[in-house]
């Protein structure tokens, strides 16, 4: 736990010293994202810098490679998971500068690349015989055997998360800090995993790999912290898809090398939210015409609607947290 702690400070010490030099490196190379001329209400974000993901990516990256001790191939391959996505949305952001325009990558470029990552991580948990083809049911350490079906199951939730992260990504502060809370409480989750198993006499070989993984999420916290110091409204920059596909990588790593994928979509309901209320919007323009939302994801049609959005972000990570404290409640009693 004190090693946890330092890892928070010294990657937020780390991150608080690193965002002033990317945030005047991005706009000497006036690296700014062009706001999408239907988002009426963030004109005046326009010449904002982007590709502020690569401050926590560093942090992160950095911190836990100097912290992870013993047996820890899976914090390893999360690290590198996590920073493979970041390099798609890097290229994605590195065109739209470029072109001065917000068309990055090709909507099939992308999934192509997010499929090869996923497919690659699925096959290596497959047969890795730490986590093999059971995941947990929630807040219980009882598992069920996907058998081969564990392969697309957890492609697709690679692709659904870190796509759902990057729609997330609309206001300042928005997912990086509906990201740390879900972080925050993942860890504590996590750590009552752990003692559950050391109780159980699980094998330490996966009680070493999770305390490692622990350290990551430690690494994540305090650099995510230091970001929305200049993240949070007005936004000094964005995190953009270099930043948003790695935290979806992330997450999404977390929680399948756990066996805890099935956590996702109730402790990450907000990006549920983001996701579920564009295939919504889509679904209805294609069979009326019309448009469910005044505009999707959730959050522009609140904007829409009125109303602020710092209140929108608060609201975002305030339901985050009490999801949370719920499933941690849950975790301690039923697992």
């Known amino acids: 736990m004190d090693r946890f702690f330092l890892v928070i400070t010294i990657s937020f010490i780390m991150c608080l010293i690193l965002s002033p030099i990317i945030i005047k490196f991005t706009k000497k190379l006036k690296a700014s994202q062009p706001v999408y001329e239907y988002v009426d209400m963030h004109t005046k974000k326009s010449g904002t810098p982007t590709m ?3 401050i926590f990516i560093v942090g992160i990256i950095s911190t836990s490679l100097f912290f992870l001790s013993g047996q820890a191939n899976l914090s390893y391959l999360t690290l590198a998971v996590f920073f493979s996505f970041g390099v798609v949305g890097f290229l994605d952001d590195f065109l739209k500068i470029r072109h001065k325009q917000n068309l990055g990558l090709k909507a099939y470029q992308k999934i192509i690349f997010q499929l090869l990552i996923s497919l690659i991580v699925s096959f ?23 058998g081969v079906f564990y392969i697309p199951f957890t492609i697709l939730v690679f692709l659904a998360i870190t796509n759902s992260v990057n729609l997330t990504d609309g206001l300042d502060g928005l997912a990086g800090g509906v990201s740390l809370s879900y972080i925050t409480f993942f860890s504590l989750i996590l750590f009552t995993v752990v003692i559950s198993l050391e109780n159980l006499g ?4 996966i009680l070493n790999e999770y305390n490692n993984l622990f350290l990551i999420m430690g690494a994540t916290i305090g650099s995510l912290l230091a970001y929305l110091l200049f993240n949070s409204f007005p936004a ?4 953009g898809d270099t930043g948003s596909l790695a935290l979806g990588g ?7 090398f756990t066996k805890q994928t099935l956590l996702i979509p109730i402790l990450g309901v907000m990006f549920v939210v983001s996701s579920v209320s564009v295939i919504l919007q889509v679904i209805k323009f294609k069979l009326t015409k019309k448009r469910l939302f005044l ?5 522009h049609h609140l904007e829409k609607k009125g ?3 710092t209140k ?5 990570i305030v339901i985050t947290i009490i999801v949370g404290v719920i499933c941690e409640l849950m975790q301690i009693i039923f697992f």
Do not use: R
């Open 295 to 299: 505009m999707a994801p959730f959050h």
């Open 202 to 205: 699980v094998n330490p070989q």
């Open 124 to 146: 290596y948990a497959y047969f890795n015989g730490l986590i093999g083809s059971s995941i947990y049911l929630p807040f219980t350490n009882i598992e069920v055997n996907l």
């Open 236 to 239: 000094k920059i964005f995190m």
């Open 52 to 54: 502020g993901g690569l």
């Open 312 to 316: 929108i972000v608060v609201i975002y």
């Open 307 to 309: 109303m602020y959005e």
């Open 250 to 256: 992330l997450i999404a790593s977390l929680n399948i």
